[in-house]
């Protein structure tokens, strides 16, 4: 998406390159939290399962209390890198102080 950015950046203003610059950043970001947050502690117990002397018990549930922040950890930081939410959050923050 970058190479089409570059490709086709004669044709748009600057300001137009900046609103895509930062949805795919945040488009990277909707894809990286959820791959740290579910993907790789899934990987982890498929392994512990699969070799059974690589994870302890207590290791495992370690892992398993990893998965449930997920959804939450995905939204906090949805709302933080969106400009628009932010502000509206901030504004509220500021109303009530």
């Known amino acids: 998406m970058f190479h ?11 300001e137009t390159i900046k609103v ?13 939290i ?16 699969t070799f ?3 994870l302890s018990f207590e290791q495992s549930l370690i892992v398993f209390l990893i998965l449930p922040l997920h959804s939450g950890f995905h939204n906090l930081i949805l709302l933080t890198i969106t400009s628009n939410y932010r502000k509206i959050i901030l504004s509220s923050v500021n109303k009530l102080y």
Not at 34 to 49: E, H, R
């Open 52 to 54: 059974e002397n690589l």
């Open 4 to 14: 089409v950015l570059q490709k086709d950046s004669s044709k748009r203003s600057q």
């Open 20 to 32: 895509i610059q930062r949805s795919l950043f945040a488009l990277f970001i909707q894809l990286v």
């Open 34 to 49: 959820p791959l740290m947050l579910f993907v790789i502690p899934a990987i982890i117990i498929f392994l512990g399962l």
